[in-house]
């Protein structure tokens, strides 16, 4: 049906007798060739993408962004991988003769309507080398995407920017992820690790700045509303002549070519301009410059130099079909990756729904209590097998969990460390992984002040680094986080000098007994975590 509104659409748009021009026809052919591919009808696919460009490349220039995006859905189609590396490498190299660039290594005059079609290009023909084996060109190449990536953070605003950019944001750092790990494991190049690492940190930093609206951004950094103003201003008359001079030179032989140097003298203009607020805010408003402008990220030999014997960082970075790890202690860094499927994020499922949704409110017989107590038993030790115990490489002590995705929803204290005999319900004798380690949460390894002592030091969590985590949290689909996760979270960074380990104690006493899967669990005044007696004999955890 779709289909036959769109093919009579095109027939009687070119019957009728209004204004049109034949642009219009070529992005419709393109809609269709979209719909026929979204259908796996490749063949029809082709027909409609090559008659849009029969059309639109006469009309826009073989380097407009339209043009390359249905080169680039061409290239996906039915043609020998050797064939798809050669196309995309044409529209790539379209796209930076469009903007007058002669080679990737200097993007300074990339303009953010090219931005995101060249984002998307790059990351496509990495995944190809990935598919071909040269993973560490593969590598080298998402970096490069990456660094295109950072010009559509800029142009943000731009909604066809935006979409584009989340469309392809996602799979660039997972197929960065996956070339680093294959480069890591082909030469045992710890550097590789490092890349790996700088990717993972990278993805959590765009997602919080795309959450972070420029009012977080003016609370967070300090900058006077003038001066934002101002600066939201100058992006928005430098993307208008971008846009404009664009288009103009898209006329060919009919362009004006006064208009085009009235509007490249006006242009210049902005760009000194906002060159020279630029260096003003960088260095009047440091903080707001580091949150908006940098993309700095934490090596893992800064975070070493910054652990105590005793503490481990894990970092994770979770796709549909994978799960890679950063283990990083004083001594050593590990990178792991391992196969995950549907029952990885049932159990996460089913975790959150007995100890963060549990309602004590609802009666419940027997039997139900049973199965939930054996659900949670089950759940939490294959969590536990997953996440932590192949990534631990010391068996107790401080644990800084960096999590992503789902995995934003678990509360790794209650994690079990042992296998457990399930059959009586007994909740206040299990090996809970909080009677191991001192577990803190963040959202990244990079500060967003500056400071690593922010994150490795106890009790140095700033109130802008924790209302950053708390909206990156709900950004990423994490909100709604239970009493229990709060106050964990809350206890491991609380009171420079005070016992950080008996204070958490105390919050899990009050808080954990709410959601395991029976209330009457209850842990008395003889609970610590390091002496494994989670209740007094008297307050027995009883059905």
Same mark, same amino acid.
């Given at each position: 049906?779709?289909?036959?509104?769109?093919?009579?659409?095109?027939?009687?748009?070119?019957?009728?007798?209004?204004?049109?021009?034949?642009?219009?026809?070529?992005?419709?052919?393109?809609?269709?060739?979209?719909?026929?591919?979204?259908?796996?009808?490749?063949?029809?696919?082709?027909?409609?993408?090559?008659?849009?460009?029969?059309?639109?490349?006469?009309?826009?220039?073989?380097?407009?962004?339209?043009?390359?995006?249905?080169?680039?859905?061409?290239?996906?189609?039915?043609?020998?991988?050797?064939?798809?590396?050669?196309?995309?490498?044409?529209?790539?190299?379209?796209?930076?003769?469009?903007?007058?660039?002669?080679?990737?290594?200097?993007?300074?005059?990339?303009?953010?309507?090219?931005?995101?079609?060249?984002?998307?290009?790059?990351?496509?023909?990495?995944?190809?080398?990935?598919?071909?084996?040269?993973?560490?060109?593969?590598?080298?190449?998402?970096?490069?995407?990456?660094?295109?990536?950072?010009?559509?953070?800029?142009?943000?605003?731009?909604?066809?920017?935006?979409?584009?950019?989340?469309?392809?944001?996602?799979?660039?750092?997972?197929?960065?992820?996956?070339?680093?790990?294959?480069?890591?494991?082909?030469?045992?190049?710890?550097?590789?690790?490092?890349?790996?690492?700088?990717?993972?940190?990278?993805?959590?930093?765009?997602?919080?700045?795309?959450?972070?609206?420029?009012?977080?951004?003016?609370?967070?950094?300090?900058?006077?509303?003038?001066?934002?103003?101002?600066?939201?201003?100058?992006?928005?008359?430098?993307?208008?002549?971008?846009?404009?001079?664009?288009?103009?030179?898209?006329?060919?032989?009919?362009?004006?070519?006064?208009?085009?140097?009235?509007?490249?003298?006006?242009?210049?203009?902005?760009?000194?301009?906002?060159?020279?607020?630029?260096?003003?805010?960088?260095?009047?408003?440091?903080?707001?410059?580091?949150?908006?402008?940098?993309?700095?990220?934490?090596?893992?030999?800064?975070?070493?130099?910054?652990?105590?014997?005793?503490?481990?960082?894990?970092?994770?970075?979770?796709?549909?079909?994978?799960?890679?790890?950063?283990?990083?202690?004083?001594?050593?860094?590990?990178?792991?990756?391992?196969?995950?499927?549907?029952?990885?994020?049932?159990?996460?499922?089913?975790?959150?729904?007995?100890?963060?949704?549990?309602?004590?409110?609802? /009666? !419940? *017989?027997?039997?139900?209590? &049973? $199965? @939930?107590?054996?659900?949670?038993?089950?759940?939490?030790? #294959?969590?536990?097998?997953?996440?932590?115990?192949?990534?631990?490489?010391?068996?107790?002590?401080?644990?800084?969990?960096?999590?992503?995705?789902?995995?934003?929803?678990?509360?790794?204290?209650?994690?079990?460390?042992?296998?457990?005999?399930?059959?009586?319900?007994?909740?206040?004798?299990?090996?809970?992984?909080?009677?191991?380690?001192?577990?803190?949460?963040?959202?990244?390894?990079?500060?967003?002040?500056?400071?690593?002592?922010?994150?490795?030091?106890?009790?140095?969590?700033?109130? /802008? !680094? *924790?209302?950053?985590?708390? &909206? $990156? @949290?709900?950004?990423?689909?994490?909100?709604?986080?239970? #009493?229990?996760?709060?106050?964990?979270?809350?206890?491991?960074?609380?009171?420079?000098?005070?016992?950080?380990?008996?204070?958490?104690?105390?919050?899990?006493?009050?808080?954990?007994?709410?959601?395991?899967?029976?209330?009457?669990?209850?842990?008395?005044?003889?609970?610590?975590?390091?002496?494994?007696?989670?209740?007094?004999?008297?307050?027995?955890?009883?059905?």
């Amino acid at each position: 049906m779709a289909e036959k509104a769109f093919t009579d659409a095109i027939h009687y748009y070119n019957k009728v007798n209004i204004p049109k021009t034949e642009i219009a026809t070529g992005e419709a052919y393109k809609l269709l060739g979209n719909l026929m591919l979204e259908q796996n009808r490749i063949k029809e696919a082709k027909n409609y993408y090559k008659k849009a460009l029969h059309i639109l490349i006469p009309m826009l220039g073989a380097g407009h962004p339209t043009v390359a995006k249905i080169q680039l859905s061409l290239a996906k189609l039915g043609i020998s991988i050797d064939k798809k590396l050669v196309n995309v490498e044409g529209v790539i190299e379209l796209l930076l003769k469009g903007d007058e660039i002669d080679s990737l290594e200097d993007l300074s005059k990339l303009t953010g309507l090219r931005a995101p079609v060249l984002m998307e290009a790059l990351s496509m023909k990495a995944a190809i080398l990935s598919q071909k084996g040269n993973y560490e060109k593969s590598l080298n190449t998402y970096e490069i995407a990456y660094k295109v990536a950072e010009k559509c953070i800029q142009n943000i605003g731009l909604e066809s920017s935006r979409q584009v950019f989340r469309e392809n944001i996602t799979p660039l750092f997972a197929g960065a992820m996956e070339a680093s790990w294959m480069s890591y494991k082909n030469s045992e190049n710890t550097g590789f690790t490092s890349r790996g690492f700088e990717m993972s940190e990278k993805s959590k930093l765009f997602l919080l700045l795309e959450g972070l609206n420029e009012e977080r951004a003016i609370e967070f950094g300090g900058i006077p509303k003038e001066i934002q103003k101002q600066e939201q201003s100058l992006r928005s008359d430098i993307a208008f002549y971008e846009k404009a001079i664009f288009e103009e030179k898209q006329k060919k032989g009919k362009a004006n070519l006064d208009n085009i140097t009235k509007w490249q003298a006006l242009l210049n203009d902005f760009n000194r301009t906002n060159d020279s607020l630029l260096m003003i805010i960088e260095k009047d408003y440091p903080d707001y410059n580091r949150l908006k402008y940098e993309s700095l990220t934490t090596a893992p030999k800064a975070i070493q130099n910054q652990l105590s014997a005793n503490t481990t960082l894990l970092e994770y970075f979770l796709t549909d079909t994978l799960l890679y790890t950063f283990a990083i202690v004083k001594k050593q860094v590990r990178f792991l990756r391992q196969p995950i499927d549907s029952t990885f994020f049932k159990n996460i499922q089913t975790f959150r729904r007995l100890v963060h949704e549990y309602d004590p409110t609802k /009666r !419940r *017989t027997d039997g139900k209590k &049973r $199965a @939930d107590f054996q659900q949670f038993t089950q759940t939490s030790r #294959a969590l536990y097998k997953t996440l932590l115990e192949p990534a631990l490489v010391i068996p107790e002590g401080n644990l800084i969990i960096i999590p992503d995705g789902a995995i934003g929803y678990l509360s790794f204290q209650a994690l079990l460390t042992q296998d457990v005999d399930n059959e009586a319900i007994n909740c206040r004798n299990l090996p809970y992984a909080v009677g191991d380690f001192n577990i803190r949460y963040e959202y990244s390894a990079t500060p967003a002040d500056g400071g690593l002592e922010q994150i490795f030091l106890p009790g140095r969590l700033s109130r /802008r !680094r *924790t209302e950053l985590h708390r &909206r $990156a @949290d709900c950004h990423a689909g994490r909100s709604g986080q239970p #009493a229990v996760f709060g106050c964990l979270r809350q206890c491991a960074g609380r009171h420079p000098g005070a016992d950080v380990q008996q204070e958490r104690s105390g919050c899990l006493r009050q808080n954990l007994q709410r959601y395991l899967p029976d209330r009457s669990c209850r842990y008395g005044s003889g609970f610590h975590p390091k002496s494994k007696n989670y209740a007094s004999s008297t307050s027995p955890c009883t059905p």
